[in-house]
């Protein structure tokens, strides 16, 4: 988004692009009301709106507030992109001296530059490490691949520990990024897809890596129950599924709170009933996961659900970054 960001930049086209931390997710509610705000304040620049001139003023107000609040607190380069997009989306339609004045503030210090050639670096090295996972899925769909070989060609080892870095915070969000960016190709988009193409093979390879980025996480376990399943390991498709259900991410259609058939009543415990949604990580997308072969492999068994998630070996906290 960085690179994108100056693209547009360098060809003049009016943009506003905005940075949110969290994982491989849809944004939240603020930031995607900020979203709205700057499409109905383009749209009064471009007259297709009658301009609202206290409601510019106080969203005038607001972005500078907010800017302000990251310079208090320490974040000189995330202040002083936003100031920077503050005099872009206003101009013409509010004075922007504050703005302005605040950005070359901060120009005259010398770590904002450094961050951003240190965000060029990082963005040029994620480049790379796109093109590094592009292949290594493509080699994944030709061939057999053992997860070492995986591991290393993608340099797991060494981004797990920038992903822990105190002393590089930009390198360390960026680290986590391309973890998930990791994660949700070998857990979920292409071990989906070698599921349909009744590949249940690839997908186990896929998500050996998933799973060793993240033991025990109980997504990637209900996709290992089912290739396990189609692939006749009835038992190991029933540890799996205990995993899947004792990390609380049984099918959507199981829940806790649905009534026992046989007493009518809804168990203390919960247990994890079959279906055949994807569990809540993971929505979206329609999906074989307990379907057919697994359905047999469990017979009538109901594991009890219990409350153990999985370790999140990219660290905790939610995550934002380059890339």
Same mark, same amino acid.
């Given at each position: 988004?960085?690179?994108?960001?100056?693209?547009?930049?360098?060809?003049?086209?009016? !943009?506003?692009?905005?940075?949110?931390? =969290?994982?491989?997710?849809?944004?939240?509610?603020?930031?995607?009301?900020?979203?709205?705000?700057?499409?109905?304040?383009?749209?009064?620049?471009?007259? /297709?709106?009658?301009?609202?001139?206290?409601?510019?003023?106080?969203?005038?107000?607001?972005?500078? %507030?907010?800017?302000?609040?990251?310079?208090?607190? %320490?974040?000189?380069?995330?202040?002083?992109?936003?100031?920077?997009?503050?005099?872009?989306?206003?101009?013409?339609?509010?004075?922007?001296?504050?703005? &302005?004045?605040?950005?070359?503030?901060? *120009?005259?210090?010398?770590?904002?530059?450094?961050?951003?050639? !240190?965000? %060029?670096?990082?963005?040029?090295?994620? *480049?790379?490490?796109?093109?590094? /996972?592009?292949?290594?899925?493509?080699?994944?769909?030709?061939?057999?691949?053992?997860?070492?070989?995986?591991?290393?060609?993608?340099?797991?080892? =060494?981004?797990?520990?920038?992903?822990?870095?105190?002393?590089?915070?930009? +390198?360390?969000?960026?680290?986590?990024?391309?973890?998930?960016?990791?994660?949700?190709?070998?857990?979920?988009?292409?071990?989906?897809?070698?599921?349909?193409?009744?590949?249940?093979?690839?997908?186990?390879?896929?998500?050996?890596?998933?799973?060793?980025?993240?033991?025990?996480?109980?997504?990637?376990?209900?996709?290992?129950? *089912?290739?396990?399943?189609?692939? =006749?390991?009835?038992? *190991?498709?029933?540890?799996?599924?205990? &995993?899947?259900?004792? +990390?609380?991410?049984?099918?959507?259609?199981?829940?806790?709170?649905?009534?026992?058939?046989?007493?009518?009543?809804? #168990?203390?415990? %919960?247990?994890?009933?079959?279906?055949?949604?994807? #569990?809540?990580? !993971?929505? +979206?997308?329609?999906? #074989?996961?307990?379907?057919?072969? /697994?359905?047999?492999?469990?017979?009538?068994?109901?594991?009890?659900?219990?409350?153990?998630?999985?370790?999140?070996?990219?660290? +905790?906290?939610?995550?934002? =970054?380059?890339?």
């Amino acid at each position: 988004m960085w690179a994108l960001d100056a693209r547009l930049d360098s060809v003049g086209i009016r !943009h506003h692009i905005g940075w949110f931390d =969290g994982v491989h997710a849809w944004p939240g509610a603020a930031d995607l009301a900020e979203a709205v705000e700057w499409m109905h304040l383009q749209a009064m620049r471009r007259g /297709l709106l009658a301009a609202d001139r206290p409601w510019i003023d106080a969203l005038y107000r607001s972005r500078l %507030g907010d800017a302000a609040m990251m310079r208090a607190a %320490g974040a000189s380069y995330r202040a002083w992109r936003r100031f920077r997009a503050i005099e872009t989306d206003f101009a013409g339609l509010h004075d922007i001296a504050a703005a &302005t004045e605040h950005r070359r503030e901060l *120009e005259r210090q010398p770590g904002v530059f450094q961050a951003e050639r !240190h965000l %060029g670096e990082l963005v040029r090295q994620q *480049e790379a490490f796109n093109r590094t /996972l592009g292949e290594v899925l493509g080699d994944l769909r030709r061939t057999s691949q053992p997860l070492a070989t995986s591991w290393r060609r993608l340099g797991l080892d =060494g981004l797990v520990e920038r992903a822990r870095d105190p002393a590089d915070t930009m +390198g360390a969000h960026a680290a986590r990024r391309a973890l998930e960016q990791v994660w949700v190709y070998t857990s979920f988009y292409e071990p989906r897809e070698h599921l349909v193409r009744q590949d249940p093979r690839r997908a186990l390879a896929l998500l050996a890596i998933a799973e060793r980025l993240r033991p025990a996480d109980p997504a990637v376990a209900l996709y290992r129950a *089912e290739a396990l399943a189609r692939l =006749g390991r009835s038992a *190991e498709a029933r540890e799996a599924l205990v &995993t899947a259900a004792r +990390g609380g991410r049984c099918p959507k259609r199981s829940t806790a709170t649905r009534p026992s058939r046989r007493s009518g009543r809804t #168990p203390a415990r %919960g247990r994890c009933w079959r279906g055949s949604r994807l #569990p809540e990580t !993971h929505r +979206g997308a329609r999906s #074989p996961v307990l379907a057919g072969p /697994l359905r047999q492999a469990v017979g009538g068994e109901r594991p009890e659900r219990r409350s153990a998630p999985g370790d999140d070996i990219a660290g +905790g906290g939610r995550m934002s =970054g380059p890339g």
